[in-house]
């Protein structure tokens, strides 16, 4: 298995609502990352889990909560979302640092209503 | 303040012909740079990557060239075929404390025509 899974593909959720989208990996890959992409802008680092611990947090709002339950799964739980938080959510693994690139998922296509 | 920058939004090139692609950045503290490659609907696909010790790295039909004095890389790709009319995206990488944080520009559109 050489894919990083993401679901739901899509979702639209209100401002009072929470939701959770989920990341999964079989790769045995050690880190674990959660990017935001906007239209027409580059995807944005927002938080790098490493041996499923929590290693680098990008000053993210706390309405985005992340959680490593295990080392195949990562979870990206968001409460009180605001529309300008409306992107592609792409999650990616890595087996380690250096010039091996990052495996990343087809993502999750947010929208707050 | 852009860290990896990507001047060209966009790019069109025969298909058989070289397409060159260009990358500046501004912190020369990166440890490697990186190409992927994305197509919509999808998430980004890693192509190739270079040390920053290094001036070139070549797989295949993409060739990667790095300029540490003027904080440029480019990447080649001969000859362009249909298939890789996608967007690419410039990326570089730090390590810190062990792990890495990559850093992407804007993206260049490719357009191979026929």
């Known amino acids: 298995d050489t894919e990083v899974t993401q679901t739901p593909k899509h979702l639209v959720m209100g401002m009072t609502n929470k939701k959770s989208l989920k990341c999964e990996q079989h790769?045995?890959?050690?880190?674990m990352y959660w990017y935001k992409q906007k239209a027409k802008k580059p995807p944005e680092l927002m938080f790098v889990y490493s041996y499923e611990k929590l290693s680098i947090n990008e000053s993210v709002p706390s309405r985005f909560s992340p959680e490593c339950p295990n080392s195949s799964l990562l979870n990206l739980h968001l409460h009180a979302l605001q529309p300008e938080d409306s992107a592609l959510y792409l999650c990616a693994s890595s087996q380690a640092p250096g010039p091996y690139g990052y495996t990343f998922g087809s993502g999750t296509r947010l929208t707050v209503v | 303040d852009q860290q990896v920058k990507q001047n060209s939004p966009s790019l069109s090139v025969q298909e058989g012909r070289i397409s060159i692609l260009n990358c500046d950045y501004t912190n020369s503290m990166f440890d490697y740079f990186l190409w992927y490659k994305k197509y919509p609907a999808e998430g980004p696909t890693f192509l190739i990557s270079i040390s920053s010790i290094k001036d070139k790295n070549e797989d295949g039909r993409f060739t990667v060239f790095l300029n540490k004095s003027a904080k440029h890389l480019s990447l080649h790709i001969v000859p362009s075929q249909p298939g890789d009319s996608a967007v690419y995206f410039c990326a570089a990488s730090a390590i810190m404390n062990r792990d890495d944080k990559i850093i992407f520009g804007k993206g260049t559109r490719l357009h191979i025509l026929p």
């Open positions: 790769m045995g890959h050690r880190a």
